[in-house]
């Protein structure tokens, strides 16, 4: 089984490319899954500083990133595209205008999944998404 994560800033092109290519590759192979964590722009530097300390990467600038179970950087959106074509020979099936829809609807969901979680004191600054587990996000 393959176990992927994938993070980025929701609003971005670049996490709405990575995000479509593994909703594709987890509908095309059967063994495939996938983690998103996706947060609202004004928060991401601080989820991708905890990405950079937990797992050990230099992420920079980057508004995707993407590794694998055992700790392997694959790298940004263009990096996996890359990966899931030699891998799996799949390339993305949207236009870059569609990724710019993807992303704007990325935004709005996130924003209204994060108003919905406002039980805590503490406020989440991502969203945490299974491809195996049903929400309102998949």
Known sequence: MAHFYI????????????????DQCHALLPHF???????PTENWRNVSADINQKWGFQLGENRCV?????????????EWEKYVHETYNIDIDVSSKQLLDIADENEAAVRSMLAEMEMTEEEPNHIVVNSWEKSAYN
């Open 66 to 78: 993407v590794w694998n179970a055992n700790g392997r950087l694959l790298g940004n959106d263009l």
């Open 33 to 39: 899954q996938f983690t998103k964590l996706i947060s």
């Open 7 to 22: 993070a980025g800033d929701a609003q971005s092109v670049s996490f709405a490319r990575g995000e479509r290519l593994c």
